[in-house]
């Protein structure tokens, strides 16, 4: 049975998700699902574009810090077909993270005057991936419109036991600096289909239940993206060894994508188990390019190496990474920096 009731931009939909009922959660395996669908709506920008998945550039050294200090964080924008985006994470906190971010989006508007963002999904509350929002809420809340935000934040309690995530609240006032946004607390089994996007929620620490929550990272959202030309790109975000048991278990091989964010920026999370469940052909690899060449020679991430199926393997270093989904899959445009990605997209 599905039930579909409209309520503003928003599709409740109650429907039965065979995969959640396959581990144990903390909720009644006999209940049914709630997944949000977010209509097609018009925003003011009418024209249909080819949508993109952007990965930027993380490593860059400061007055105060070196190179040495900017070597995890995850940033990546996704542009739909009517010109608004879906953002995950964003960055380190730092301006230039928040302002990198806002330089691509006005580059990929159709009118950088009127910047909307479909959808914000915040993973997890790790500075290197929430501190580029808290500082992109500083600076520009009044220059763009977010519909959406996404997040699954534990709660204080579980965040005082793994001595982490201490910014997470202070993260949850700058969603309200979004005047008329929706704020969605994302669970297993969701889908949200986003203009001519489908996401699909896979893991978050409700499947970790009824354990108490030992390492923040075990707080990270997984999930999927679905592109109108048939792609997918699975985020794993900072996936711990316990989500990685989790989710290799429950799903196996329905975990198969596309395009793959490395879990935990190559770093404790991946496995060889998780990666071949996955099966990715293109490899996006959010890290700096100093320590990438170390991470990647690592046993976890053996199969990253060795298996042929993959076509290429893109590290954000300090780069705008730039692909689009259309029926050449393939194509990814590397840019040294948010300085030649400018230039080039003005000639």
């Not at 501190?131 to 309690?157: C, Q, R, W």
């Not at 690899?285 to 190496?305: A, E, I, M, V």
Request: proline content about 4%.
């Amino acid at each position: 049975m599905v039930h579909t009731t409209v309520i503003g931009s928003l599709i409740p939909t109650v429907c039965h998700r065979q995969t959640v009922t396959a581990f144990r959660t903390n909720q009644n395996p006999t209940e049914q699902v709630l997944c949000f669908i977010n209509r097609w709506r018009r925003t003011g920008l009418d024209q249909r574009l080819h949508p993109l998945i952007t990965m930027l550039g993380v490593e860059y050294p400061s007055e105060t810090k070196s190179i040495d200090n900017y070597q995890n964080g995850m940033s990546f924008i996704c542009r739909l077909s009517d010109g608004s985006f879906i953002i995950v994470d964003g960055g380190f906190v730092d301006n230039r993270s928040a302002s990198r971010l806002y330089e691509v989006l006005r580059e990929q508007a159709p009118d950088p005057d009127n910047i909307v963002i479909a959808a914000w999904i915040l993973t997890h509350a790790h500075m290197d991936h929430i501190g580029a929002f808290m500082n992109f809420s500083e600076l520009y809340t009044d220059k763009v419109t977010v519909e959406t935000l996404i997040h699954d934040f534990p709660s204080d309690e579980q965040a005082a036991v793994t001595n982490e995530g201490g910014n997470k609240n202070a993260c949850i006032d700058n969603m309200k600096k979004y005047k008329g946004s929706k704020i969605i607390l994302a669970r297993p089994g969701q889908e949200y289909y986003i203009r001519d996007m489908k996401i699909e929620m896979l893991y978050t620490t409700e499947l970790f239940a009824p354990k108490g929550l030992n390492y923040f990272n075990t707080s990270s959202l997984i999930f999927r993206l679905y592109a109108k030309n048939g792609q997918s790109v699975i985020f794993l975000g900072d996936c711990s060894e316990d989500t990685n048991d989790i989710i290799s278990r429950m799903y196996e091989d329905y975990l198969a994508s596309d395009i793959i964010q490395v879990a935990h920026h190559g770093s404790q999370g991946g496995s060889y188990r998780l990666a071949q469940y996955i099966a990715p052909t293109y490899v996006l690899w959010p890290r700096g390019q100093k320590t990438f060449n170390d991470s990647l020679s690592h046993n976890r991430n053996t199969y990253y190496r060795t298996v042929k199926t993959i076509l290429g393997i893109w590290c954000a270093g300090s780069a705008v990474t730039v692909h689009e989904f259309s029926p050449e899959p393939g194509k990814f445009d590397v840019y040294a920096n948010i300085e030649t990605y400018v230039r080039a997209s003005i000639n």
